[in-house]
């Protein structure tokens, strides 16, 4: 597999009339009917530019997989095409290669917090706009007011974030928002407890959304301070848990506020949940207090109660 091709939505040659998600490193366990617009997994923090164009389709012919398969040979070639795939180059006419994704018929079941994920597993509703779905590790949050959400969960961040965006003041040519909220799995596996998840995470959490992006932007110029505003137990989705709240400043614009959320997921393994919040401190920014109001929505999936929480957030 090369390291060039981009995260997107590829044919599954084992499942037919199904795509599956290739997160840029890995076949994940997220599958979906054909056709469907290709979407991009949204990064972790307010720092972010406006996402890439999804990757070209593969063509058929001139060094694409060939158009048709006579019927003779298809039991040979079905089990070719996992090899096929992976060494083909797609694209034509010399202007340029791209390594096809592997077959998704050699990726693994998907480890979660609720156990090993299979592919044709039942996925809650997400089509409710009210809440963002963290499937993975089996919790709802509730989305604010004049934010939004992916329209597909995939890989192994759930984002949703403010709509509107504004040129980031730092040294950068990226694209900002003035506040995003993420879910996942906590990395920090080997600590006893939510509070030390909690306290660990804290400055990456900083880190991420005001000092360096993802692809190393300064987008506020870094981090020059923080206060500690919060340090805590807190109860999330019924679990007892733990909440750090940092107040920021940076070298470009107003600087924000940063929280991590650490608590255990009730399904599966009960693995660490970790949910991050970064809220501008400008005048565009979500009053802190929004931090409090998301937070005491998260249930956990099928929970009857949630939904509605967050619609009076503002933006």
Known sequence: MSASTPPGWYPDTGMPATERWWDGAAWTAHTRPPG????????AGPGFGPPPPPPPAARSGGGGLPRA???????????ALAVTVAVTLVGGGGNGTRAHPPSATSAPARATAGGTHSPGAGAPPTADPSLLVDELDGI????????????DTVGDVTTMRTRHSY?????????CYHATVTSQTADETDLPSAEAVARADIKDAADSSYDRDPAGNLDYDGITSHTVLRSRSVVVAGRTGYLVRWRVRTGAGPGGYVQTVAFPSSVGSESMVVVRFAFDAGPGGPAPGGMD?????????????????GSSIGH
Do not use: H, M, N, Y
Not at 36 to 43: C, I, L, R, S, T
Not at 167 to 175: I, L, V
């Open 69 to 79: 398969v006579p019927v003779a040979a298809g039991a040979v070639l079905v089990a």
């Open 167 to 175: 040129e980031c003041p730092g040294d950068s040519a990226s694209f």
């Open 140 to 151: 709802t949050l509730p989305v604010p007011g004049g934010w939004e959400k992916p329209a």
């Open 36 to 43: 469907g617009v290709p979407q991009q997994p949204a990064p």
């Open 293 to 309: 109001t998301i937070t005491k929505g998260i249930r956990p999936i099928g929970d009857a109660t949630s939904g509605g929480v």
